[in-house]
């Protein structure tokens, strides 16, 4: 079973310009979560999805971040304007829709976002 | 969330067994205590997860005292591979995982 898929794995951009991340979650997982990681640090939630609504957007910086997950399974991350200090590895995870101990969350490999 | 504390690295020799200790003080009542692990350049990776006792799995056991205010990851005879950041994780919903520094393990032949 293929696991969670992000793309690009790297990205390379000048500071003022947009950029967005693409992922696609385990099939079935109906919970999909945006993390930060900045290097030395654990993963920082940004963004949680429960099917397509957002139902944890609170550590998202709207004014220049923004995701989407129209119909419940791919989602998109943009930023636009990225700035010197959104360099960082923004991963994906994914997990059952279960509010038991059944709620491992499954990692992708990251998008590392470097901007110059 | 319960906030959680583990040592920032540790070292260890193939071969050893490798105790990871977290404290948690503050855990609530439902809460349960997860372990992510993360190799360089990929996504954490669960680990184990318990809720009081001890877990074992294939990978690793889970210690939890009766009180539950600290936990313990046991990896045995650990290997070059399991070089890594070994994270803490204590809630009661997968949902928002606050997932702190992590522990360095970096074993040595």
């Known amino acids: 079973e293929a696991g969670v898929v992000q793309s690009p794995r790297y990205k390379i951009i000048e500071k003022k310009q947009p950029v967005a991340f693409w992922c696609n979650p385990i099939?079935?997982?109906?919970?999909l979560y945006w993390y930060l990681q900045n290097l030395g640090q654990g993963p920082e939630l940004l963004i949680r999805?429960?099917?397509?609504?957002?139902?944890?957007d609170s550590q998202l910086p709207k004014d220049r971040f923004s995701a989407e997950r129209l119909k419940g399974v791919d989602s998109t991350l943009k930023i636009q304007p990225a700035e010197l200090g959104d360099s960082a590895v923004y991963l994906c995870?994914?997990?059952?829709?279960?509010?038991?101990?059944?709620?491992?969350?499954?990692f992708g490999p990251g998008t590392r976002l470097t901007v110059l | 969330l319960a906030k959680t504390t583990q040592p920032i690295s540790m070292d260890s020799y193939e071969g050893q067994e490798v105790n990871i200790t977290c404290s948690h003080n503050n855990i609530a009542t439902n809460d349960y205590i997860t372990w992510y692990q993360q190799f360089p350049s990929q996504g954490p990776r669960f680990i184990i997860q318990g809720y009081k006792t001890k877990v074992t799995n294939e990978v690793a056991s889970l210690f939890i005292p009766a009180d539950r205010k600290s936990s313990t990851l046991s990896l045995p005879r650990v290997s070059l591979s399991d070089t890594a950041v070994y994270y803490c994780l204590v809630g009661n919903s997968g949902y928002a995982l606050n997932f702190g520094k992590g522990t360095s393990l970096l074993v040595t032949p």
């Open positions: 099939s079935g997982h109906n919970t």
């Open positions: 995870a994914s997990s059952l829709d279960s509010g038991g101990i059944d709620n491992e969350q499954f």
């Open positions: 999805y429960e099917n397509e609504e957002a139902v944890d």
